[in-house]
């Protein structure tokens, strides 16, 4: 087997692909997620798979990125904001629909593997790649290798508290993992929803939209959006000092994010200057579907 496939499963949708050895695509799909259904969800995985098979005419190699991690300690699935999987044994049970060995990573953790090999961050030794979309994921690569830890958690930011927080942001809204005021809760989706004080009740996309546009309110809100964000991020900078950092997700489209937050988060880096890269992932917000696939290295 020489093909590789990668799988994204994601809180809205999951994506496969298939790379040849040259790293070109030569299969692509998209699907929406069985949301709240686990077994749906290994059967539209199979299905995937399979499509891909038949396409590139052999079976694959897989690698899936997954919401989340397997702990080391009980094999079982941990930390997923797509609720439904945490506890269930997913990469056993992969294995088995999928009748072969298969290789799973961290969704964060495959997307900041990608960026650092060939995407926005090659050629940066240490990378920290965020994932702004339905949640908040961060990945830890250095010298295009996926830091990992003992608890599978590096680069885990997602659910410390928004640092230097306002009034308003403490103890801040809760959040599914049990505590209140996760960084997550304000730079998902749902985060910059909740930041809008309009009438209408508009999408993460309108409001970007709308911003871009002259719309007050909507400005307001991303104005507020990119001061968290530059405080998560400063944070992160103090502890890591990474060379690049990567957003990716759906929030990562905002084209705003990459001017103004680094001219916010000086204000809380420990540094006469500052000199870390802010990028948009290469690949898009589908960028951790080719982490996946790259689990199984040329
Ligand atoms: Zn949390």
Redesign the pocket.
């Known amino acids: 087997m020489s093909v590789r496939i990668g799988i994204d499963l994601g809180g809205t949708k999951i994506e496969a692909i298939a790379l040849d050895d040259d790293g070109r695509e030569s299969f692509r799909q998209r699907i929406a997620s069985p949301r709240g259904d686990y077994d749906a969800t290994i059967l539209a995985i199979r299905h995937l798979v399979l499509a891909a098979d038949a396409a590139v005419g052999e079976p694959g190699l897989v690698g899936v990125g997954i919401p989340g991690t397997i702990s080391p300690a009980t094999g079982l699935v941990k930390n997923a904001n797509s609720t439904w999987l945490i506890g269930k044994p997913l990469h056993v049970d992969l294995e088995r629909a999928l009748d072969r060995t298969v290789r799973l990573a961290n969704d964060a953790n495959c997307f900041a593997l990608s960026e650092a090999s060939d995407g926005a961050a090659a050629d940066a030794r240490v990378v920290f790649g965020v994932i702004i979309g339905t949640g908040t994921g961060g990945g830890v690569v250095v010298d295009r290798h996926v830091l990992i830890g003992p608890n599978a958690i590096a680069g885990e930011w ?2 410390n508290a928004l640092p230097w927080p306002e009034a308003d942001e403490w103890p801040g809204p809760e ?5 209140r005021g ?4 304000f730079l998902s989706g749902a985060g910059l929803v909740s930041a809008f004080r309009g009438d209408a009740e508009l999408s993460a996309r309108d409001i970007a939209a709308a911003a871009a546009t002259g719309d007050e309110r909507a400005a307001s809100a991303l104005a507020i959006y990119c001061r968290r964000l530059a405080k998560a991020l400063a944070s992160v900078i103090n502890v890591l000092d990474p060379d690049a950092i990567v957003l990716g997700g759906g929030l990562s489209n905002i084209d705003a994010l990459y001017s103004r937050v680094p001219q916010m988060w000086s204000e809380w880096i420990f540094s006469d200057r500052v000199d870390t890269r802010l990028v948009r992932a290469k690949y898009g917000d589908a960028s951790g579907v080719r982490g996946a696939a790259w689990l199984w290295p040329a």
């Open positions: 997602g659910h959040c599914y993992c049990g505590k996760c960084i997550e809760t």
